[in-house]
């Protein structure tokens, strides 16, 4: 049975929207439909894997040894840390590393994920506990080292989420809406905010406004030669999935 605090639920609020990450402009829209939901299906599953071995890992003592602050925390720093290792770093569960690892959680998550400090307090101790699991498990080869590292780099990973230089537009605006008392859940009042904030933000940066309305429209992608799928071998001849390769 799972414990109260590692049930599979929605996404957290918190975490930016992945929308356009894999957009190509101009590209023919079947295509990009036919791409959009091969990615999907891959990240579904990254999802769900990673879903079991947090499911199996809530059940140990060193789950249990975690405060209940980082139980509660749990299961939105695995699955957050998923997503973004495969959608900014490339890379799937069993091939986790300490290098892609160490840029995910000093860069890309604190640029991403909005918190006010708990997720950030909570991430390196939970995902130390859960590496270990990993490691013991045999699950994924570079566990045990991503379990030490993460704790030796815990007060970098607070210390970058905390700065602002770090922040995207994204997260500028949820955090500006948190700090101004505005409950993010509550869509009516963060349209609201989204609205007045755009238009400051348009306001005191005329050249912002100007990539975002003038940008020209490009010219329609036209391929040359059949389509090549994201998981098929990379037409350059590297023995590679072309997602891995010349796709990327």
């Not at 299906?41 to 040894?65: C, H, M, N």
């Not at 505005?182 to 609201?192: L, P, Q, R, T």
Request: aromatic fraction near 10%.
């Amino acid at each position: 049975m799972l414990t109260p605090e590692f049930k599979k639920k929605e996404m957290d609020v918190r975490l930016e929207p992945l929308e356009g990450i894999l957009e190509i402009p101009g590209e023919d829209e079947e295509d990009w439909s036919e791409d959009g939901e091969e990615y999907e299906d891959e990240i579904d599953q990254i999802l769900q894997r990673v879903y079991d071995w947090g499911a199996e890992w809530s059940k140990t003592p060193a789950f249990e040894a975690l405060t209940q602050e980082q139980k509660e925390e749990s299961e939105f720093i695995v699955q957050s840390f998923s997503e973004y290792m495969y959608n900014y770093h490339d890379v799937e569960p069993e091939e986790w590393n300490v290098s892609d690892m160490e840029r995910c959680c000093l860069e890309t998550l604190p640029t991403k994920v909005s918190s006010e400090g708990t997720y950030f307090r909570c991430l390196s101790p939970v995902l130390a506990s859960f590496f270990a699991f990993l490691g013991d498990t045999v699950q994924v080869k570079n566990a045990y080292k991503m379990s030490k590292r993460i704790v030796a780099i815990d007060k970098d990973i607070v210390a970058a989420s905390n700065n602002p230089r770090n922040w995207g537009i994204a997260k500028s605006m949820v955090m500006s809406a948190i700090q101004g008392g505005v409950d993010v859940e509550d869509s009516e009042a963060m349209g609201a905010f989204m609205g007045s904030y755009t238009a400051q933000l348009m306001n005191d940066s005329p050249s912002l406004s100007s990539q975002v309305y003038d940008t020209p429209r490009q010219e329609t992608y036209k391929r040359e030669g059949p389509k090549v799928g994201r998981n098929d071998a990379c037409p350059c001849g590297s023995g590679k999935k072309y997602k891995k390769c010349c796709g990327k």
